[in-house]
Structure formats: C-alpha cells, structure tokens
C-alpha cells in the first residue's frame, strides 16, 4: 500500500466520525463539512508525521486537528482554510439529502431541543447576545449596538454563553469522538 | 449498514485526488517524500503589461496624492508575551524596493517588521512618499482618491508572519492573486469581491472589476538569495533580489477566472509556488529551480535539487531532554463545578478579554495535573502538550491536550496569570496546570496515564510537516476509584 492509499484509507475509517463529531459540536452540517475537509486537509499536509502512527494515534491525531480547528471557528466565526486552499482541494457542496441525513445520525434534533432548555437557563444578556449572533447571524459590531454594549463586551457574552452551552450538553450528549 | 453521506463520498474522492498528487509514492521514489503544501496547476497568465522591475526606489511626489486619514491600527501585535508578540522598536522596515503598478500610480513596496515573540512579518502596499499605504479607490475608502497609511498592524495577513531563525531572519514567500490595486485587502474597505477572494455565500457582493484586479508575489528568500527567473507573458527576466533580506516584489495585472484551486487567492510558502518564479540563484553559485512544470510543489521541497530547508536557514535550536525533563503531579478531585480562568484571546484582529467563571455540571472525577516549566519560552515555535488515556483504552481526542492552547478549557496556569501557554509566553519556574476529565469523555475506573511533552518546530514556519522535535518532559499516572 502506498502513502496515497494509506492516507485514503484513513479518511474512509475516519471521516464519518470526524465529520459527525464536528457536526454535533457546530450543529451545522456545513460547517461540519468544511472543518472535516481541513482536518484531512491538514493530515495530508503532516502526513510525514502522522505515517508512522498507529490507528489509534492517528484517530487521536485527526480529532486533536478537528477540536482545534472547531476552536477557531467558534472563535473566529469563520471556518479556517489554510490547508485546503494550499492543496487545491475542491470543498464539494452539501446536498440536501445530506442535511437530513447528517441531522438524523447525529442525532441534532434532540440536541436543539436540549441547547433550548440549556438556553432557558442562560442570563438574559448571554441569551440574547447568542440570539443575535448565532441565530440572526449578525456581526459583531451590530450585536453590539443592539445590545447596547462594546463589540468587546458582545463578544465575550457570545463566547461565555457558548462554553456554558458546551459545558451543560457535553457530558450529557457525548460530544466527544467516541460517541459518533 | 448506515446510509453514508454523499458529501463524504465525494470528498474523499477529492482527498484522495490531492493524496495522489501531493504524496510521492515511496515504491517510486525510494524514499518519503511529502510534497503537499502546494501543487502547481500553472495556466498561462495573459499579462496586459510587462513590469519593469529594479532596485530603486521611485519617489513618489506628496503632491499627486494627498493623504486621507491613516487605515485604523489592530491589536495583533499589543501583547508582547501573548500571540505575534508586540513588535521590536526600531524592527520595522520599509525595503528599499519598488515595484511599478501595471497601470500606473505608485508603485508597490514591502516592509518588514520583527517581533518579540520570534515572529518575522512581511508587509506589501503601495508606496507614497516612502510610506506604505492602501489607496482610495477600487471602492476602498469611498474612492476617495487619497493615500492611507497602513499601521504595522493593519497590513498583516496571516500567511505574513513566520518564525525568526537562528539568524534572526525569516523565509517567506507569498502569492496573492487576484487581489485590488487599491491594496486595501487586510480590512475589507472594499465592497466589490476580488475574485482571489472566496466568494461569499451569505452576502452577493458584485466582483471587482478585472482591470482592478493584480496578482502579487513577494518575500524574502534569505541572505543568501542572489536573484530570482521569472517567466511573465512569455518573457524570462532575471532580478536582483534586495539585499539582505534577499527580498522581491512582483506585481502583474490579474487575468480573468484565475483562482488558485481550492479558494482563495493567497498562499505562502518558504520558496516561492503559485507564482511565476522559475528559479533562485544564490551566492556561492547554487540554483533553486522550481518544480513549476510539476503537478505538485512542496515549499522548500520544492527545489530541484530537493533541499532540507531553503539556502541560507539557520534552523532553530530546541532544547534538550535534560533541560525539560520536571516532575510531574496529578491529583484526582470529585468536582460539579468547572472554573474557567480569565482568559485573552487574539483572533489577530482583536483582543478579547474574558472573564473568570464557573459552571455547575453533574459531578464527575478531574484529574488536575501540573508541572514547573524549567525553560523559558518565548517564542511561537513550543508548546506544551499533555496526552492521557484512560484505564484499557488506548489513546483518544483527549489525550492531546495543549497546555495554555487558547482554546482554554482545560488549560490554565497558576499564579494568576489569566492565560499562558503556546499561545502565551511561559516564564522559567512557572507553574503550568492542566485540568482533565470535566469536559469530553468521563474519567473511568483504574489508572490513567499520561505524558507531557514540549513540542519544538525548528523548520522556517510552525505548521505542516516541518521539523518539530519532540521533547519529553515527563509521565504521570492517577488512579480514578
């Protein structure tokens, strides 16, 4: 077997669990699309340093990138693309088919409706900072004015609101890679 | 069996694609090569004007361009011990180079910065009045038509930035297609789309009109980089790079549906790839020539004759076994709460500063683990790393864990310090703990074992495959009833 069918043999192990892994942290199938394909993305770039591994570390190599990447992103707001724009690598397009599909194995109906609860219990600022960014999309400096508060300040309610999400779903739904 | 996504399947088609195009099979080649950090798919690049190119500098008279109000600063470089660093008084520097627009108007030119953290920058605009601006025009500052000055941290992208070597100097070369003459491409002024730009979904912006449009390469390919060969519109020139940086700057207009595969216009590597430079002559007599004609590039991989890293790189020292190897304690604790200390993040256009706080979740065991580190770190190439597992399982998506990654869930260091760690600089002494078991998969019964490990790029960048050793600084093990 040469490099090029042992790097894709590892995404046929492997990419079903990132991609869903990355699905139900960003509860965005497309999102989840995009960071699969930089993680793999990245891999094929460190191959040299992911080839002597062993499955298990691969597969524990391949979800490290993934968590970091989705880091970025729930950071950043927008998905990092360094390794596949270096590759060429075509993203291809999520079909609709795939939404519900990728939506009913990763179980996100039942996580909305757990991120609604979860929800309830935020403060009111941390809920509607949330509302405005992630839901109504809005950037940043709108959320602020609408909040009446510093872009800053925005921010740091979105991300605070974020990780108590992440904290208050993560043990009960298993958002870790061995749960997908 | 369950029913695969279609997107998967069609993604691995393209993986597997790049795999075949970017790793060299070792049946073939009798040894491991891996050439993907880029490949070439060169289309010929009609080019409405040739460049003239030299060494000096061309003045630009004050009075032809009047000055508007300079382009907002960044917080990219605020901290001298957290991300890029703060930069170096006296580091920055306008290269004593300028490149003529195709069209006209000022010509373009490079400045470089250094900063205190171990980060070499290289920064592209055009020039006026020995100042490096971004112009009013191509819908950038309403078309004002005056020139503003770009701050040191306004005109940094992330390809722009690399680690210093051994010398002090840096390796980096960049290739922007497709990208406004306005050159105000770092604070998105402009409300056309360059087509190097990826095209947003959410927002219908028209593309910027062709003529708008140029391609640009630059960057400093070392001391010892005498001149560079490049091919434009059939033509083959030889320049001189500027010395000592070995610093060049290309600027050619755009032509239509030229996009580098994949996405955006830009990219970066230590050789220069995506561009139209054949070749590097050095000092003592050596050529680089670039693997243009081939399929795939792979930074400084791609010279032929191969090279271990680019002429004239002075790889970084890492530090030895000895003098990282501590002590190592983990302590098991039965917790509901979470405490997430104080924390900056730089997203490197802002600094956000967070606040401590807890959180309540059903109990369960953490181990919190911590060690003194003996060196200092200051530098963007270390980083503490800490790898666990649980009893009869072998290593999994928890077991890598950064110490003081940014991410900052389960990283923290003592002394209140609100953050440190890779993104951070680490003092000699400090205390550094990581905290596991509370977020991701449950600690189960039995003994846990875990590593720290410091890891040390020594190659021209932090990423990809470059050279990064390994450095154990120790094991610990807890038993979780």
Redesign the interface.
């Known amino acids: 077997m040469?490099?090029?069918d042992a790097?894709?043999g590892l995404?046929?192990r492997e990419?079903?669990a990132v991609?869903f892994?990355l699905a139900r942290r960003s509860m965005e199938p497309e999102v989840a699309?995009d960071l699969?394909?930089e993680t793999?993305?990245v891999a094929?770039?460190?191959?040299?340093?992911l080839?002597p591994l062993g499955p298990?570390?691969r597969?524990?190599?391949l979800?490290?990138v993934?968590?970091?990447l989705y880091?970025r992103y729930a950071?950043?707001a927008r998905v990092e693309?360094?390794a596949?724009?270096?590759?060429?690598?075509?993203?291809?397009?999520?079909?609709r088919?795939?939404l519900a599909?990728?939506e009913e194995?990763c179980g996100l109906g039942e996580l909305r409706a757990a991120l609604g609860l979860e929800l309830a219990r935020l403060s009111n600022e941390q809920r509607e900072a949330l509302r405005l960014r992630v839901v109504e999309?809005r950037p940043y400096d709108e959320v602020a004015r609408r909040l009446g508060v510093s872009?800053?300040t925005a921010?740091?309610r979105v991300?605070?609101g974020l990780?108590?999400l992440?904290?208050?779903l993560?043990?009960?739904f298993?958002?870790?890679?061995?749960a997908s | 069996m369950s029913q695969r996504p279609r997107v998967l399947v069609e993604l691995g088609v393209e993986l597997d694609r790049a795999a075949r195009e970017v790793l060299v099979d070792v049946s073939k080649s009798g040894r491991r090569t891996i050439a993907g950090r880029l490949r070439w798919r060169w289309r010929a690049v009609p080019v409405l004007a040739l460049l003239v190119l030299g060494g000096t500098a061309v003045a630009f008279a004050s009075g032809l361009f009047s000055f508007g109000a300079p382009v907002p600063p960044t917080p990219i470089f605020s901290s001298a011990d957290v991300g890029l660093g703060a930069v170096i008084p006296g580091s920055v520097k306008l290269l004593p180079i300028a490149t003529p627009d195709p069209k006209g108007g000022p010509p373009w030119g490079l400045r470089v910065l250094t900063t205190t953290r171990g980060a070499g920058c290289v920064q592209v605009g055009r020039l006026v009045d020995s100042r490096l601006v971004a112009l009013g025009q191509d819908d950038a500052f309403a078309n004002d038509g005056r020139a503003h000055e770009l701050p040191v941290s306004a005109a940094v992208t992330s390809f722009g930035c690399t680690p210093l070597d051994s010398n002090g100097r840096f390796f980096n070369s960049i290739t922007m297609l497709g990208q406004t003459a306005s050159a105000a491409w770092w604070f998105r002024s402009t409300t056309c789309v360059p087509t190097g730009t990826p095209q947003s979904t959410s927002r219908a912006h028209p593309a910027c009109p062709l003529a708008d449009e140029r391609d640009v390469y630059y960057g400093l390919l070392g001391p010892d980089a005498k001149s560079i060969t490049y091919t434009l519109a059939g033509q083959t020139r030889t320049q001189a790079t500027t010395r000592p940086d070995g610093a060049y700057l290309i600027v050619a207009d755009a032509s239509a549906h030229q996009r580098i595969p994949g996405a955006g216009g830009g990219t970066a590597d230590d050789v220069p790839v995506f561009s139209p430079i054949t070749s590097i002559q050095y000092t003592d007599g050596a050529t680089c020539h670039l693997l243009t004609a081939h399929k795939w590039i792979a930074g400084f991989h791609a010279c032929s004759p191969p090279l271990k890293e680019p002429i004239g790189y002075a790889p970084a020292i890492a530090p030895t076994p000895a003098q990282v190897t501590a002590p190592i304690t983990a302590r098991v604790t039965y917790t509901h709460v979470i405490r997430f200390p104080a924390r900056v993040i730089h997203t490197g256009t802002r600094v956000i500063h967070i606040r401590a706080q807890s959180i309540s979740i059903p109990a369960r065991h953490e181990i919190t683990v911590s060690f003194k580190s003996r060196i200092a770190i200051r530098t963007l190439r270390a980083q503490y790393q800490l790898e666990w597992h649980n009893p009869r399982e072998p290593a999994r998506v928890d077991s890598y864990t950064s110490i003081g990654d940014s991410n900052g869930f389960v990283t923290r260091a003592e002394a209140d310090l609100g953050e440190a760690g890779a993104g951070a600089d680490i003092a000699a002494g400090q205390t550094l703990t990581a905290n596991i078991g509370l977020l991701g998969p449950p600690l189960t019964h039995g003994m846990v074992h875990g590593t720290i490990t410091l890891y040390y790029s020594t190659g021209p960048s932090v990423d990809g495959e470059l050279p990064t050793k390994k450095i154990p600084v120790g094991s610990f093990t807890a038993t979780i009833p």
């Open positions: 040469d490099d090029a790097f894709s995404y046929e990419g079903e991609l892994f699309v699969t394909a793999f993305a094929l770039r460190s191959w040299g340093t080839c298990e570390q597969r524990a190599w979800f490290t993934a968590r970091r880091g950071r950043r693309r360094r596949v724009e270096r590759l060429g690598i075509q993203v291809p397009p999520v079909h088919d795939d599909l990728i194995r999309e872009e800053q921010r740091a991300s605070r990780r108590a992440t904290a208050a993560e043990p009960r298993g958002l870790g890679e061995e």
